[in-house]
C-alpha cells in the first residue's frame, strides 16, 4: 500500500505505526513535515517550511490559524509537488493540531483521510480551564480559549474520519462531532518498558546522582515542570516526604520551560517553588536531572520505589503508559484522564490534584507499605499488559484503515471484493496486505451488478487494484 503520513514534527504520534508498516515491507511511505533530524530508514521525507512568522499585529485569536492555514498551503503544495510525480496514496494520515490537512482534500479528493484528533479546549468545568483556583483565568482571555478551536472546527467539517487515543478525549469534541472520531488506545513497548528486579540491588547512577540500595527513590517526570502536570503540587509535598524519611531521595526529570498554559513573564516554576518553600526541602537529597536520555528515563522507572504522575484533566503523558508498563507503584491525580488508565487502590493510589497533604500521604503509604507496592506493582503492569499492548494497538490502527479504505471505494467496487471473497473462500484476503481485485467471471459481474444497482445497466470489467533496518529517530515525547 501507499501511505500518506503528515505531521510537522517527524514522526510524532505515527513513530511505531511507521517503523511497524517498514517492517512489514511492501509499502511505499512518504511523510511531509517540517525539517528535523530525525531518520527511519524506509520512510521518504519531503520537508516544508513557513514562508513567514505568524502576524504579530493580527489578532491573538486568529494567530494559531494565521499558522495552521500557511502550514495547510505549504502541506498542498507539498502533496500537489508528490501527484504530479506519480505518488498517489491509498491513505491520509496526519495531525489536526497544526492545521496541516485543511487543504489536502483540494490535492487528493479520492483518498480517504484518518486525522488525529487531540483535544477540543473548553471553558465550563471538567477540562483544563479553570480548573486550578490558585490560576483562574483572566476574563479577557476565555474567548481566545474558545478561538483555539477554529482550526478543529474547520477539521471536523471536512471529509474524512478522525482517531484518538483516549474515551477522555474524544468525549472532549463535540456530540455531533463524535460519530466519526475512533477510539485508538495508544501502546507501549512491553518489552523496552518492563519491570526489572535487578535495579533495586545495585547503586543506581544518573549523571552525578547516586542512589544506593538501601535508599528510597521517589520519581517525577515531565516534559517540562509546569501547573499543568501537577508540579508545583508535588514539590509542596516533599517537606512532609523528606522529613518522614529521611533515607529517601527524589529525582525531578523535565526542563524549566512552559508546554501548556500561561508562560511566565520571568523566571520558571523550579525557581518559584524553591524559593517558596525555601528551607523546608533538602536540597541535598532532591535532585533536578533537566532532560535525560530514554534508556535512563526507563531504568530510572525501573528503580523508582513511589513514581508520581499529576495533571490537569487534559491529555495524559506517554510518561504515564511507560510507568505503567514499568511496573512503577504510581501516586496518580483522581483527574479524567489518570481514572481511566488506572484505579484506586487496584493499580494505583489515586489522590487529589490540589492537596499536597494527601500527596505526600500517597508517596509514604508506597515508600512504607511493601506489600501494598508490590501489589499495585503487579496489577499495573498486568493492565498494561492488557490494555497498552504494542501490537494490539498496531493491528487494531490497520483494521481502522482497512475500514476506511473499504468505506471509501466505490459501491461498485465493494460489491466485487464482496462477491470474489465469497467465490474464493479458500484463499482469504490477508489483512495487512493491499488489496487486489481480479477481473471477475462475466456471471459474478451481473450479480455484483444487481446487489450494487449502478446507473448502467451492465457493468463491463473490474479493475484491477492498483525486514528493512529501522533507524532509532529521536522521540517526540509528550510527558
Known amino acids: 500500500m501507499k501511505y500518506l503520513f503528515i505531521h510537522q514534527n517527524f514522526p510524532g504520534q505515527y513513530l511505531h505505526l511507521v517503523r511497524h508498516l517498514v517492517q512489514q515491507g511492501g509499502h511505499e511511505i512518504v511523510f511531509i513535515s517540517e525539517d528535523n533530524a530525525n531518520v527511519i530508514q524506509g520512510v521518504r521525507r519531503v520537508r516544508y517550511r513557513l514562508p513567514r512568522p505568524v502576524a504579530e499585529g493580527a489578532h491573538p485569536g486568529v494567530r494559531e490559524l494565521d499558522s495552521g492555514l500557511m502550514r495547510a498551503d505549504e502541506v498542498a503544495k507539498a502533496a500537489a509537488t508528490l501527484k504530479n510525480l506519480g505518488f498517489v496514496p491509498d491513505i491520509i494520515l496526519g495531525h489536526h493540531g497544526w492545521g496541516e490537512l485543511l487543504n489536502i482534500q483540494d490535492v487528493y ?52 474520519h478522525g482517531q484518538t487515543p483516549t474515551l477522555f478525549q474524544k468525549g472532549a469534541y463535540p456530540a455531533w462531532a463524535q460519530d466519526k472520531i475512533t477510539v485508538v488506545r495508544e501502546g507501549v513497548d512491553l518489552t523496552l518498558c518492563r519491570p526489572n528486579p535487578q535495579s533495586h540491588k545495585k547503586d543506581f547512577v544518573l549523571g552525578d546522582v547516586r542512589i544506593k540500595p538501601t535508599q528510597k527513590l521517589v520519581t517525577y517526570v515531565s516534559r517540562d515542570l509546569e ?52 528551607d523546608t526541602i533538602d536540597l541535598s537529597r532532591v535532585h533536578f536531572v533537566g532532560k535525560v536520555a530514554y534508556e535512563d528515563f526507563l531504568a530510572l522507572l525501573q528503580r523508582s520505589d513511589a513514581h508520581v504522575y499529576l495533571t490537569y484533566p487534559f491529555v495524559a503523558s506517554w510518561s504515564l503508559r511507560e510507568a505503567m508498563a514499568t511496573g512503577c507503584a504510581i501516586v496518580g491525580s483522581d483527574t479524567a484522564p489518570v481514572q481511566e488508565l488506572l484505579t484506586h487502590g487496584e493499580t494505583a493510589l489515586l489522590v487529589p490534584f490540589h492537596q499536597p497533604e494527601r500527596i505526600a500521604e500517597g508517596i509514604l503509604r508506597l ?12 496489577a499495573v503492569r498486568a493492565e498494561a499488559e492488557q490494555s497498552l499492548c504494542m501490537d494490539a494497538y498496531l493491528a487494531e490502527y490497520e483494521a481502522l484503515i482497512a475500514k476506511i479504505i473499504d468505506s471509501h471505494k466505490p459501491q461498485v467496487t465493494r460489491a466485487l471484493d464482496a462477491v470474489q471473497t465469497e467465490a474464493t473462500p479458500s484463499a482469504p484476503v490477508k489483512a495487512r496486505k493491499p488489496r487486489r481485485t481480479v477481473p471477475a467471471s462475466s456471471g459474478v459481474r451481473k450479480k455484483a451488478a444487481a ?10 470489467k473490474a479493475k484491477a487494484g492498483a525486514r528493512t533496518t529501522v533507524a532509532k529517530p529521536k522521540r517526540t515525547r509528550r510527558t
Open 109 to 160: 479528493p479520492d483518498v480517504p483521510v484518518i486525522g488525529y484528533f487531540e483535544f477540543y479546549y473548553h471553558t465550563e468545568p471538567g477540562y483544563d480551564v479553570n480548573f486550578d483556583p490558585e490560576f483562574p483565568m483572566d476574563p479577557a482571555l476565555v474567548p481566545l480559549v474558545r478561538a483555539k478551536n477554529s482550526i478543529n472546527l474547520l477539521a471536523l467539517t471536512n471529509p474524512g
Open 227 to 278: 501547573p499543568y502536570r501537577g508540579f508545583h503540587v508535588f514539590m509542596r509535598a516533599l517537606p512532609r516526604v523528606l522529613e518522614e524519611q529521611p533515607d529517601a531521595h527524589v529525582i525531578i526529570v523535565g526542563s524549566d520551560g512552559v508546554s501548556y498554559g500561561a508562560k511566565l513573564a520571568t523566571g520558571c516554576w523550579r525557581q518559584i517553588l524553591l524559593q517558596e518553600l525555601g
Open 367 to 378: 515508600l512504607t507499605d511493601k506489600v501494598l507496592a508490590k501489589k499495585l506493582r503487579k
Open 451 to 460: 446487489v450494487a444497482k449502478p446507473a448502467t445497466p451492465v457493468v463491463k
